[in-house]
């Protein structure tokens, strides 16, 4: 029996200050952090990494959140989309035996 607890999905929110779609997203993906294996990590943009995040994705808007590394939404995060995949993911895993 495989009793291995899944890799939890990292999700990076690069946060500004003062941005009321960064602190939405901030609170989401809290919510889903209950449902969900996922790791959050919050940087804010004034930091090194967060200008280095920025200048590597080029986001429209704040908030800048990625995916296990990649680019996933910029603005408004999309909750359903994200869900989806969150979703996704988690039907990938694979079956322990026994069940």
């Not at 994705?57 to 909750?79: I, Y």
């Not at 993911?89 to 694979?94: D, V, W």
């Amino acid at each position: 029996m495989n009793n291995l607890a899944p890799r939890p999905v990292a999700v990076t929110l690069v946060h500004s200050p003062a941005c009321h779609f960064c602190d939405d997203a901030q609170e989401v993906l809290a919510e889903l952090g209950e449902a969900f294996a996922i790791e959050v990590s919050v940087v804010e943009i004034d930091t090194p990494l967060g200008a280095t995040l920025v200048a590597v994705h080029r986001p429209a808007m704040n908030p800048l959140v990625l995916v296990d590394g990649a680019f996933f939404s910029s603005g408004r995060l999309p909750r359903k989309k994200l869900i989806k995949l969150l979703e996704a993911r988690q039907a990938q895993l694979p079956v322990t035996a026994g069940r």
